[in-house]
Structure formats: C-alpha cells, structure tokens
C-alpha cells in the first residue's frame, strides 16, 4: 500500500535549485535509502515531504491520516530545552493517545545503551548522540506510519548503529515505512528495500539496494561508494577510481 507519492517535485531558492523533477513513492513497511553528495538535495526532499518546507513546483499525495515522524540530523533541534528529557518523551505520546507505549521507553533505554538517569536531565546536558537515541526513541513510540530518518546515525557508534539499524528494520517488519538519509553507505546493505541516488538535486539512479551496491550504473554512483570505502572494504574488484 502506497503512503506517499511524489510527482515531479522541485524546490527552488530564489531561483536556485536545490531538486528538481523528482518522482518516486514510499510503500508502507518499506525502508528507502536516499543517497548522495553534500548538498544533493537529500534534506531538503525530506523537508518537502513532510511539509516542513513547500514545494516550489509538483506534487506529494498521501494517504488519509498518515502520521509522520522527522527525526532531524541535529538533535539540539529536538527538544525543548526547558523540559526534562522524560516529559519530551511523554508529552507527544499524551497528544498522539499513546501513553500506554511509555512502558516501552525502559526497552528501548535498554536496547539503546542509555541510562535511565537521562530522563531526569534536560538537552543540555545530553550528548548529541544521546539526544539523537532519544529522538528516535520518541518517534517510534508515536507508532508513526513513516519515519524520516535524516543522518540520524552519524553520532553513533558502531554498536548504536548496528542497534539502531536493527530496531528500525523489526518496525518495517511490522509496518513502518522509513526514508533513511545517509552518507554511511556501510550502513544501507542488509538494511534497506531499495535506494534513490541524488546527484545536484535529480535521481541519477533507483533500484533495489543490492543492485545498486552490487552492479551501480552510474559513475556517480560508483564513486559515491568508493568515497564511502564500500568498494575498498567489501568489494576490491569493484574498486575503479
Ligand atoms: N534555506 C535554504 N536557502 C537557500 N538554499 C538552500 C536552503 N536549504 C538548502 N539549500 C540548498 O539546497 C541544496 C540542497 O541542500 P540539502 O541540505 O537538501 O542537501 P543535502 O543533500 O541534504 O546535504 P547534506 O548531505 O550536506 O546535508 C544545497 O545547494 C543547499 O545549499
């Protein structure tokens, strides 16, 4: 079932292009990987769909209802810094009806390496990646039907992450769709259905993950993974610059 369609999208700032003539639709359970250099786009698509920023031409369809949850690529944006962690946890909950999941947020602290003591501070005194597994904690406690999951690993650790990668792929499992923007390639194999790969604001490439990491037709997209060690570390005769 589709939730969201996007048809020949495009945002413009004062003239200048940040994407332009983007299609492609997020189906529910599935887990989109949006990929590409700095400045391709990748945010601001995101912000897009969501309705943070407007479209400057084209179209985004969703379904009745859909709820949404931004998980934003600094968590300082998160939270608000007069509150105590554990109420920025529960309040959404209490607005979204959900307050019975806030027996889940001691799980997820678990699963997440975090102390419970957190809960009892405010962002302050958090770290990024503290803040950014809060985050994520939130949203999927909303019990979103997508989650959009801009660079939400890049203050993580490799154990976090492979946590991380791990929790979001059991909420596909039942339903969750996710847009997962990421510069870690490392991270998209194994993990997600299929990849978008922008180059100056336009799709250059759209497959399923293990095409686009096992046989990319791009140039673009072979360097993307070079840059990324994926070649280098995982498959040497792939390695061509
Ligand atoms: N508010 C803004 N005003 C003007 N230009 C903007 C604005 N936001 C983004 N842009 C431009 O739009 C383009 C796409 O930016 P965007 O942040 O979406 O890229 P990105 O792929 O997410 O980059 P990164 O990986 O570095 O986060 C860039 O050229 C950027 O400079």
Redesign the pocket.
């Known amino acids: 079932m589709k939730l969201i369609q996007c048809d020949n999208c495009s945002k413009f ?2 003239g ?1 292009c ?2 332009e003539a983007i299609d492609f639709s997020i189906n529910r359970g599935e887990i989109i990987s949006l990929i ?1 250099e ?8 995101a912000e897009c769909i969501s309705g943070i920023k407007n479209l400057t031409t084209g179209k985004v369809t969703k379904i009745a209802n859909l709820k949404m949850q931004y998980i934003f ?1 600094n968590p300082g944006r998160s939270f608000n810094p007069k509150w105590q962690m554990g109420k920025s946890l529960l309040e959404p909950l209490k607005l979204s009806k959900k307050l019975e999941n806030s027996t889940q947020i001691d799980v997820y602290l678990d699963k997440l390496k975090l102390d419970k003591q957190l809960l009892t501070q405010y962002p302050h005194e958090c770290s990024g990646g503290q803040k950014q597994r809060l985050a994520i904690i939130r949203a999927i406690l909303c019990e979103p039907d997508l989650i959009i999951a801009d ?1 939400v690993t890049s203050g993580l650790d490799s154990e976090n992450e492979q946590e991380l990668l791990k929790i979001f792929k059991e909420i596909s499992l039942s339903g969750v769709a996710i847009l997962f ?1 990421t ?1 870690n390639i490392k991270t998209i194999e194994n993990f997600s259905d299929q990849v978008i790969v ?1 180059k100056q ?1 336009k799709i250059v490439e759209k497959a399923i993950t293990k095409t686009i990491l096992d046989a990319p037709k791009q140039d673009y997209t072979q360097k993307l993974l070079a840059a990324s060690h994926y070649f280098t570390s995982r498959r040497k005769e792939f390695v061509r610059i």
């Open positions: 700032f004062d200048i940040a994407f590409g700095s400045g391709s786009g990748k945010s601001t698509i690529q660079e923007i510069h922008l604001g």
